[in-house]
């Protein structure tokens, strides 16, 4: 299964006390287990291991279906131990749009930047002074500006090394290429044996068997894509047949340009060889997967790809069939089964498609399947399926911005991309994904169309990004545009939201009597139209900061409180989130850390599942007052480290606020009585050395496990605290 992973927390070898001492920590990096076995290609692993150890830059290159892919992810497997800041892999064949680059990187490397700086400068930022392996896999369609890139981060980040498979090489100084040959005859043989046993278990090759296997090998070339579509015709066919068939093949499918590498044309052969033997109805299925970008669901396949020469009734058994010759491949997912199809087999499909004149036709269903996917996830995102939504609409991704992409090729059809952009702001800003909903909503927005809801819905939508990423004037900009134009238009909804975001904007600028107005103001508007979701709720979390940084704290929590029985009526979670923070606040304010923390911890845990970086760092930072109000100064202050590291990828800290940064200052204040300038400063640092994985993993370790972060059987730690043990080993060092 091949997947986006978050980062695992990075090995610890400062002594610093984890979590658990009883295992070994995950090793960071999200490279995907290898579903079946490796074969072959030893000596190209060695040659990669060595140009890994002399040049900081090595390209695989070669045809498609040759097999890099599965080298260099096998290669960066092998040598993984040698990176201890981890080994990422970046995928971008299904990376359409170059602006969407540094997006993908970020994504791979497990980062989410909420600022306004551009994608690339949160990645460099990232690399800069740490030892990874960079693996990056299908950028030829993008190799200008991955070059770009590459050149980038090697320049800042000296420790870093890339290995990289496309088509071609990226063409920097430095790189060492490794052009990937076919497999060898043995290798090839090994490779078609093993795929076959996986097909029939019952498979052997005997003496006979053999000679028809070698031959096969022969003719495919030893190319791994086409020997593996070769034994998968070994369902209903024998070794020979196969052979034969694949010969009527050879004979019937060489054409190709006259420049073209035979290499090209063996591969085209053997692919359409396995298309010929497809019954009607799934070569027509093959030709109308290839619209999909990524994974797809079967519910998308029966409606984007049925019609009367394939009905929906029919599909599931179709893709069946395709599934067992190895053209459409499954995969688990937190979204569900899912599938997927090789590029080299899309694109295959894609000129079948062409062939037909039903390319258009098919992405417009593509485009308009996904439309609706959007909205029911909108509305579903208010409801107990919340997490379900948000990893749908993750998996989702590459087919979303493929239907953004083709509605904005017609000005006709803009508007359909300005809604859709708009529609997702739950993905955007729920599910930490502000930076590249940035890059749609400009994008998007820069097309004149005459459908005022979809792009006053974009601008709302603009102005929130804006308002998170601390531009109050981008925020400005979009919120006072929408503003205008909704109540020149009368759309008394867009109006609602403007107002509230604006209100929002005030609230994070210290302006809180002109926030608690406009919040009212939207809050009365929403209940006007009848409006009730997420945005709503967060309206009145935000009316309730807004109400006890003024001083009514009752007040504030009755809010909250009304808030908190909304979310466990609908199932919401996210909005809940915040609500829990200022119950929390409240809490400690009364002098209840204890209630404090368990809200915070509760508010923590569904922050951080959201990918909500804002929510998460928020949480952390009150929990580290809460801490040091409990007696512990040293894990305050370790906390108070954490999120220091994680601000930079949010925006300014704190807003820049006072009211915000009223519980830091005084978390501060304690621990430097506490501890002194010394102690709190090296508690700080060490926080600040955590990775936001482990920093909540430790945060959510209830202050009854606080024994658990000691090494144990150190007698001479008994009774520290985890922050004074930090500091112990650290003064022991």
């Known amino acids: 299964m091949r997947r986006p992973q978050r980062p695992s927390p990075p090995a610890d070898d400062s002594g610093i006390p984890a979590a658990d001492d009883t295992a070994a920590p995950p090793r960071p990096g999200n490279l995907p287990a290898e579903l079946n076995d490796f074969v072959g290609r030893e000596s190209e692993l060695a040659a990669l291991a060595r140009s890994l150890t002399e040049s900081r830059l090595v390209t695989v290159t070669g045809v498609g279906g040759v097999g890099k892919t599965r080298l260099v992810t096998r290669a960066a497997a092998l040598l993984e131990k040698r990176y201890c800041d981890g080994v990422w892999l970046v995928e971008l064949s299904a990376v359409h749009d170059a602006g969407l680059l540094e997006h993908a990187v970020a994504e791979a490397l497990g ?114 894509l086409a020997l593996e579509l070769a034994a998968g015709r070994l369902r209903a066919l024998s070794t020979e047949q196969v052979l034969h068939r694949l010969d009527d093949r050879f004979r019937l499918l060489t054409g190709g340009s006259r420049g073209a590498l035979e290499r090209h044309q063996t591969l085209r052969t053997a692919i359409g060889w396995s298309h010929e033997l497809c019954a009607p109805a799934q070569r027509l299925l093959w030709a109308r997967l290839s619209v999909f970008a990524g994974q797809f669901d079967l519910e998308a396949v029966e409606y984007i790809c049925s019609g009367p020469d394939l009905p929906a009734d029919s599909v599931l058994d179709v893709l069946s069939g395709l599934l067992a010759q190895s053209v459409v491949l499954r995969e688990d997912s937190p979204a569900g089964t899912r599938y997927r199809m090789l590029d080299t087999v899309r694109e295959y499909g894609a000129e079948w498609l062409a062939a037909t004149g039903d390319t258009e036709r098919l992405r417009r269903r593509h485009r308009d399947w996904f439309l609706g996917l959007a909205t029911w996830c909108e509305l579903d995102w208010f409801s107990p399926r919340q997490a379900e939504v948000a990893a749908r609409a993750e998996s989702e991704l590459p087919n979303l911005r493929r239907a953004m992409e083709c509605s904005l090729e017609s000005p006709q059809e803009a508007h359909l991309a300005q809604y859709l952009a708009g529609t997702l702001w739950f993905l955007w800003v729920g599910c930490g994904r502000l930076s590249e909903g940035r890059h749609w909503l400009e994008h998007v927005l820069e097309e004149e169309t005459p459908y005022d809801s979809s792009r006053l819905k974009a601008l709302w939508v603009l102005g929130y990004v804006a308002v998170l990423q601390g531009d109050p004037v981008g925020a400005v900009s979009a919120l006072t545009e929408c503003r205008e134009e909704a109540e020149a238009a009368g759309d008394a909804t867009a109006a609602a939201y403007a107002v509230h975001r604006t209100g929002c904007l005030a609230l994070v600028t210290d302006d809180m009597e002109r926030a608690r107005g406009l919040l009212g103001d939207a809050l009365g508007r929403y209940r006007e139209l009848g409006e ?191 922050g004074e043990e930090r500091l112990r080993l650290d003064q022991r060092a």
Request: charged share 25%; glycine share 8%; hydrophobic share 45%.
């Open 111 to 224: 980062l989410t930047d909420h600022t306004t700086r551009p994608p690339r400068a949160a990645v460099v930022e990232h690399c800069a002074g740490r030892q990874l392996l960079l693996v990056i896999d299908g950028f030829e369609h993008l190799v200008d500006e991955c070059a770009a890139l590459v050149r980038e981060l090697l320049r800042r980040a000296p420790r870093l090394r890339v290995l990289a498979a496309g088509r071609l090489p990226l063409e920097l100084a430095g790189e060492a290429v490794h052009p990937l040959a076919t497999m060898t005859e043995g290798d090839a043989l090994r490779l078609f044996a093993e795929r076959a046993a996986g097909v029939r278990p019952d498979f052997r090759l005997t003496e006979q068997d053999r000679e028809h296997a070698r031959e096969l090998c022969r003719r495919l070339d030893g190319i791994p």
């Open 532 to 722: 009730l979701n997420s945005n709503v709720l967060m309206a009145q979390v935000e009316l309730a900061m807004a109400t006890g940084f003024l001083g009514d704290a009752e007040r504030a929590v009755a809010i909250c409180e009304e808030v908190r029985d909304i979310c466990e009526d609908h199932g919401e979670r996210w909005a809940l989130s915040y609500a829990l923070y200022v119950l929390a606040y409240a809490a400690l304010e009364r002098g209840d850390p204890e209630r404090a923390r368990r809200l915070l911890l509760e508010s923590l845990a569904i922050s951080h599942g959201f990918h909500d970086l804002l929510g998460t760092v928020l949480a952390l930072e009150l929990l580290a007052l809460v801490t040091v109000t409990e007696g512990d100064a040293a894990e305050a202050a370790l906390l108070q480290g954490a999120a220091d590291r994680i601000w930079p990828s949010v925006g300014l800290p704190l807003f820049g606020s006072a009211y915000y940064g009223a519980p830091r200052a005084r978390c501060q204040e304690l621990a430097l009585r506490e501890l002194g300038g010394a102690r709190y400063a090296a508690a700080v640092g060490a926080g600040g050395e955590l990775a936001l994985d482990a920093a909540v993993a430790r945060a959510l370790l209830a202050q009854g496990d606080a024994k658990a972060r000691h090494l144990p059987g150190d007698r001479e730690g008994a009774g520290l605290s985890a």
